[in-house]
């Protein structure tokens, strides 16, 4: 049986060095910028919204394994999802990364994001898991200026 932090740990590499969606989106609606200055991530997420549906979403960036990884799983589960349901996800996702360490009823609901539950006994981890959900949920309100997490 595959022990089921490697299986995580696969799926994180994964991401990370075949990040999906990661190009610019030249029709996007939305886009805001993210920063970590504690860390040097950097991502720019883009959407493009259908009235209140993401019908498409993309990033661009430069960061770590954690930070890139959970970028790329972020557009792929939004992808159709109403701006509520996108914020809702993104209230779980921040939910299950800041809350006590690793219960699986945290992650129920999250899909492939679950490979992420462990990073909540890493704090230093929490901004790199967090960068591009806050990038989001900025694009969702259009709010201007870039995020940071410091």
């Known amino acids: 049986m595959v022990d089921l932090r490697e299986l995580y740990q696969e799926v994180i590499l994964?991401?990370?060095?075949?990040?999906r969606n990661f190009h610019?989106?030249?029709d996007a609606t939305a886009k805001a910028t993210g920063n970590n200055p504690l860390c040097g991530d950097?991502?720019?997420?883009y959407?493009?919204?259908d009235g209140n549906r993401i019908v498409d979403a993309a990033f661009q960036g430069q960061g770590c394994a954690i930070s890139k990884s959970s970028a790329s799983l972020m557009t792929e589960a939004i992808r159709g999802r109403t701006k509520a349901e996108a914020e809702a996800l993104f209230d779980r996702f921040h939910e299950m990364i800041t809350g006590t360490p690793a219960h699986e009823?945290?992650?129920?609901?999250?899909g492939k994001l679950a490979v992420f539950q462990g990073v909540s006994e890493f704090?230093?981890?929490?901004?790199c898991a967090s960068l591009a959900w806050h990038t989001l949920k900025?694009?969702?309100e259009s709010k201007e200026g870039t995020v940071t997490l410091e």
Request: glycine share 4%; aromatic share 0%.
């Open 138 to 140: 900025s694009a969702l």
């Open 47 to 49: 959407l493009k919204m």
């Open 105 to 110: 009823a945290d992650s129920k609901g999250l």
């Open 123 to 127: 704090p230093l981890r929490v901004k």
């Open 14 to 19: 994964d991401h990370t060095k075949n990040p």
């Open 24 to 26: 610019a989106l030249a």
């Open 42 to 45: 950097r991502v720019t997420v």
